[in-house]
């Protein structure tokens, strides 16, 4: 088990330093960003050459990305724009998408395994057809629609909850954008789960089970459900990092300034220690999900294990 | 601001979930503070570093300098200057009015303001506003085009006393003192100096409000400053502005009683937006004009001939329908090179484009016909894609142009990814069709809307139009004592532009905004942003 983790992080380097270079490459063919900076005046010179010799942009780019990486490795990575060292965006920015993350995980958990236990058991039913077809619909609606529509209704028309969330990201304003960050992943596991608890209902572990006389939510929670979650763990695991990154639609509905708000001015602004530095860390928590999902089949089921 | 209390979810494991997380985040304190939207300023607020509007706006309630536009009128008045002399247009002597401080205690003197300035010209210092110092004399010292420095102030600069300063340009500017009023000179206090960076973290200025607190990127808390000493105090307690990403998330706010005034309706709520705010919706002209920009660089923008070619294309665009059916009437067709709110003393004057801006069909073909056709018999209108929605009105333009011509495929809109790659191939001169172009005024001067864009190497000259005939009279306009003879010459250089058409105006725009029914007094300024100070809380 050991040595697995060790090897799995060892692969993490190669991938941390080709992903850095890759986006590197794809931000600085975006152009120059020093001529936006002076809007609709075409930029002093002068200015614009200090500026550039300042933020190393005068250097051909793998002299860019070394000085970069090795600023990296000293923890700094460079400045927006605005004066703000990126670890400080980086500080700000994290713990408000790592919650509105924890929030939809969580409603995809609960509601999805939920939803897709009471549908796999109940397979060919009305209440089975009726959540397939629910899930049907909501893997139809892209984020933006749902989004805006769920934030009119509920924050406009009813008044349940705020339209937009306060900067310090309080938990309970975070449903609502939770739930709209959840909704097409949640079908994805509702349907998951059902498929997986309506395959192995019929198992000849679950019929002993059932014939030692044991009480049915105990062969549920116990036999079943274990075993069944295993895809829906491999699902969830995957969509941490997906659930991150994808924040961007989600967090500009809400004005939400979180991870997606920062990617989304970096890349506005061409500025790519943001960009790369952001994209980075989220290449990083991707890996270490899946590392996590891979470790958890182990707890799931014991029959897997690794050398 | 009001948020709902405690979120009233009921429904199943969503319940569970709020269980876990006391309901909260309450906010108190906030009484008479007004909420508004705002955008994240893209530099660090220092007054000659920010040329944009987000940052100008909070500059303009920290900061009061030399003189302010009248937020009614966009007249140049005296704030902090008592007086401003001079004989001969180029040598100016500055004289403040006594009694004003900074926030922090310390006196405005003649030192705060030549401090500042020399710093906001100094390349080493990489202000983005250093250009407007350019005509005081010694500029070239301290700001050479090329290589480093060679002094450390202007030497068109010198202290006289405690409340006196001179000024030498190095050309006749008569209008030079009403410039005075723009963002890069504000004066600076010691702090600014001492310890930038914790200035930069909370600016310390001399306006009605000081700043409370700034969490940058998402929100800036300002209170009214009680010992301001000027005559026009904040009516509120403060103003706490709130970063939004996206417009529509604020007016939704504004809807729901989150948020007591949006200063940019989204163009997609402009059909009912009337219905929701009623005459709590502002729309009225600001000092911005938008045009389309010929590259004259281009040899084929610029063979004998294509003035008729432009002036035609001008011609073959129908302002009133477009701004009507896609602008909701939040701009106004453009029939000169200025803005409304000039006025007319000011150097506004309505129709001075002549025939060349009014819808024709008939004579628009037969002008291109007669300068030879467009270039290629085709032509691309460039525009970024990434802010402002800019695509809807350049396809409206390019058909309008294509149904004169008869021709669907003589015009067709080019768009860039983002708003830098635009400028950058703007600034490498390899457009090669007009392309869009916007200018929001520094100043309410006609020679703001002339001079940077049109003048040969003016700063903003995007299309590199040179005419000797056209700098004579920018330069006879500058050197003229009186305004209204100023005003005369600059619009007989307008004249010109009417003839050789280097860029097509299109409409003015209009500042919007919409409020909530807890404010009042709410209105903009000739620059389209709300007159903050002013606003009461009912």
């Not at chain 1, 860019?64 to 500080?91: C, D, K, P, R, W």
Request: glycine share 10%; hydrophobic share 40%.
């Amino acid at each position: 088990m050991g040595r697995y983790v060790a090897r799995r992080l060892l692969q993490m380097i190669p991938v941390f330093v080709g992903s850095t270079f890759l986006l590197f490459f794809m931000v600085y063919a975006l152009g120059d960003p020093v001529a936006a900076m002076f809007g609709d005046r075409a930029p002093d010179p002068a200015t614009a050459a200090q500026i550039r010799r300042d933020l190393y942009l005068d250097q051909p780019l793998w002299k860019q990305y070394v000085h970069y990486m090795g600023q990296i490795f000293q923890g700094n990575f460079g400045t927006a724009f605005n004066g703000q060292s990126v670890t400080e965006l980086m500080a700000s920015a994290f713990p408000v998408t790592l919650r509105l993350t924890i929030v939809a995980v969580v409603i995809e958990m609960l509601v999805g395994v939920v939803l897709g236990v009471f549908s796999g058991l109940r397979r060919g039913r009305s209440i089975d057809t009726g959540v397939l077809l629910a899930s049907l619909v909501v893997v139809s609606v892209p984020t933006f629609v749902s989004g805006y529509l769920l934030q009119f209704v509920f924050g406009v028309r009813w008044e349940w909850a705020a339209p937009s969330v306060a900067p310090e990201a309080p938990l309970n304003e975070l449903l609502l954008p939770g739930l709209v960050l959840a909704l097409v992943s949640l079908a994805y596991v509702t349907r998951l789960t059902r498929t997986s608890i309506a395959e192995n209902a019929r198992a000849d572990y679950v019929r002993t089970a059932v014939a030692k006389g044991l009480p049915r939510h105990r062969v549920i929670s116990r036999h079943l459900l274990r075993n069944s979650l295993i895809p829906v763990v491999t699902f969830i695991g995957t969509d941490v990092g997906a659930l991150m990154g994808g924040a961007i639609v989600t967090e500009r509905i809400f004005n939400i300034h979180g991870v997606g708000y920062q990617l989304y001015q970096g890349i506005l602004r061409q500025n790519s220690p943001t960009v790369v530095g952001f994209v980075t860390i989220l290449v990083l928590v991707f890996l270490a999900a899946n590392l996590l999902v891979d470790l958890l089949y182990a707890v799931l089921d014991p029959r897997i294990r690794y050398a | 601001m009001r948020r709902p209390g405690c979120a009233k979810w009921g429904a199943g494991a969503l319940a569970v979930a709020l269980v876990a997380t006391a309901c909260g985040g309450g906010s108190a304190g906030r009484s008479g503070v007004v909420s508004s939207s705002w955008g994240d300023p893209q530099n660090p607020l220092e007054p000659a570093n920010t040329n944009e509007v987000q940052g100008g706006k909070v500059l303009d309630m920290l900061f009061r300098g030399l003189k302010r536009y009248d937020p009614r009128t966009g007249a140049a008045q005296n704030v902090l200057a008592d007086r401003i002399e001079t004989t001969d247009s180029q040598h100016y002597t500055v004289v403040l009015k006594p009694g004003w401080t900074f926030s922090n205690g310390e006196k405005v003197t003649a030192k705060s303001f030549v401090d500042a300035w020399n710093y906001g010209a100094q390349l080493r210092n990489k202000q983005k506003n250093a250009a407007f110092f350019q005509y005081i004399d010694g500029f070239d010292r301290v700001h050479p085009a090329t290589g480093a420095p060679t002094a450390t102030t202007l030497s068109g600069l010198a202290v006289k006393d405690a409340r006196t300063f001179t000024v030498a340009l190095n050309q006749k500017f008569s209008s030079w003192p009403d410039t005075l009023g723009y963002t890069a000179f504000m004066p600076l206090p010691r702090a600014f100096f001492k310890d930038h960076a914790a200035w930069v973290d909370k600016p310390v200025g001399n306006g009605p409000y000081l700043v409370d607190s700034y969490d940058k990127g998402s929100v800036m808390r300002m209170r009214k400053w009680a010992k301001y000493p000027g005559d026009d105090p904040a009516r509120n307690g403060g103003i706490d502005l709130r970063v939004y990403t996206d417009n529509n998330t604020a007016y939704t706010d504004l809807q729901a009683g989150n948020l007591d005034l949006v200063d940019d309706v989204p163009a997609a709520q402009l059909t009912h937006v009337k219905q929701d705010l009623g005459g709590r919706y502002l729309n009225q002209p600001a000092g911005i004009i938008q045009t389309l920009t010929f590259p004259m660089y281009d040899k084929r923008w610029s063979r004998p001939g294509s003035d008729k070619v432009r002036r035609g294309l001008s011609m073959a665009i129908d302002r009133a329908q477009i701004t009507q059916e896609i602008f909701q009437r939040t701009r106004t067709p453009a029939t000169d090179w200025t803005s409304p709110v000039l006025g007319k003393a000011g150097g506004y004057q309505a129709g001075l484009c002549g025939a060349a801006c009014v819808f024709d069909p008939a004579r628009a073909r037969q002008l291109i016909k007669e300068g030879g056709g467009l270039p290629g018999g085709r032509m691309t209108l460039t525009y970024n894609a990434d802010t402002g929605s800019h695509k809807d009105w350049i396809d409206a333009i390019c058909n309008s142009i294509n149904r004169t011509l008869r021709d669907d495929r003589a015009c067709v809109g080019a768009p860039v990814g983002t708003f830098a790659d635009f400028r950058n191939k703007i600034a490498a001169r390899t457009m090669t069709g007009p392309f869009r172009a916007g200018w929001q005024m520094d100043y309410p001067l006609i020679q703001n809307f002339l001079q940077p864009l049109y003048y040969s190497n003016g700063s903003a000259n995007d299309g590199k139009f040179s005419n000797p005939r056209f700098d004579t009279l920018v330069n006879q306009a500058n050197a003229a004592t009186n305004s209204g003879a100023a005003v005369a010459k600059f619009q007989d250089a307008e004249r010109i532009l009417a003839q050789q058409m280097p860029s097509i105006p299109l409409w003015y725009q209009n500042g919007s905004g919409g409020y909530s029914e807890r404010i009042s007094n709410v209105s903009l300024n000739a620059f389209g942003v709300p007159v903050y100070n002013q606003i009461k809380v009912n």
